[in-house]
């Protein structure tokens, strides 16, 4: 007796069927894996900052101060590029909460007097010899290579881009405007460069430590936590940053360069902020440590001047949340 074999399988208009459905499902479920990554990095970047804040309380613990948002010297000699008080050392708060985010090891390779008020330390970033041949004169302790994984927000590539102009080694605000250094991507004298996503707030642009929307952070501050007449939940500490203009890099910010950044620019969408702005790579909001250590997110394009440059009542009070002593009772509900 002859028995036959019948094999089953599935016909070319089945399979693409079932090929159909797979992609279909994988295009559902795609933007909600995109999501939840957004949300873990997002939350990731909460306690960076929220971990820069505490050692920064840290530091005004042991200190009897917050760190300065830099340290400028008129002791400080001049360099290849410049003549004091920026001269040196530049040093940026990021650098000197170092031992209170249990990096010690690195804290402890950096020229102590780029600690000192009184430093007679040139600029960091053209400190030593021997210097770049790229006509920025560039030279620096290798120690400022360092990558420091709190320093970063894992929704940027800060640390891996390649920016089309440079690396930014000294941001600092002045009475009326702003002073910035940057240095080229150069293998040994700038591309490696410990970056960062977070800076300190200085406030409005300021003039002396009085100034109505002054900020926690300026240059050779010594601000206490009692001396924020705001209150520490209304007032900013510290705010991201891309350190360029986005999408297209042009900058990226060293931790060794980010002293403070102002609040004069308000809170922009990705199209229009640049390194002179708070921003991040966040979907529609920028974060923000208070300097009780919460962490609260600020729409983008929110919180700016209209149209005909005049000022709105969402940035307005954006600029009362980084004065530290203006008086003024933040509406969050603006935002």
Known sequence: MVRSVVRKGFTLIELLVVIAIIAVLVGLLLPAVQKVREAAARMSCQNNLKQICLASMNFESSNGRLPPGG??????PANVDFSPPTAGPMTSPLSMLLPYIEQNNIYNQMNPDYFNFQSKATFWAY?????????NNTG???????????????????????????IIVGWEIEAGGYYYDWVLNTPGFGAELGCTNYIANGGYSYAVNNATYVGPYY??????LTSISDGTSNTI??????GGTMPARDFKMSWGGALAQWTNRGVRNDTTADFT??????????????????????PKGVA????????????????????????????????
């Open 71 to 76: 340290i400028v010297s008129a002791l400080a």
């Open 127 to 135: 400190s030593i010899t021997p210097v770049s041949g790229d006509g």
């Open 140 to 166: 620096f302790p290798a120690i400022f290579n360092s990558q420091i994984k709190t320093y970063l927000c894992p929704s940027d590539d800060a640390q891996t881009a390649t920016p089309s102009s440079g």
């Open 219 to 224: 240059n050779n501050s010594k601000t206490t």
């Open 237 to 242: 500490a510290f705010g991201e940053t891309v």
């Open 277 to 298: 702005t708070f921003s991040s790579k966040h979907s529609g909001v920028v974060q923000f440590a208070m300097c009780d250590g919460s962490v609260r997110g600020i």
């Open 304 to 335: 700016v001047r209209d149209a005909n440059n005049a000022q709105t009542p969402a940035y307005n009070a954006f600029i009362y949340m980084g004065g530290m002593k203006d008086g003024f009772v933040i509406n969050s509900s603006l935002f």
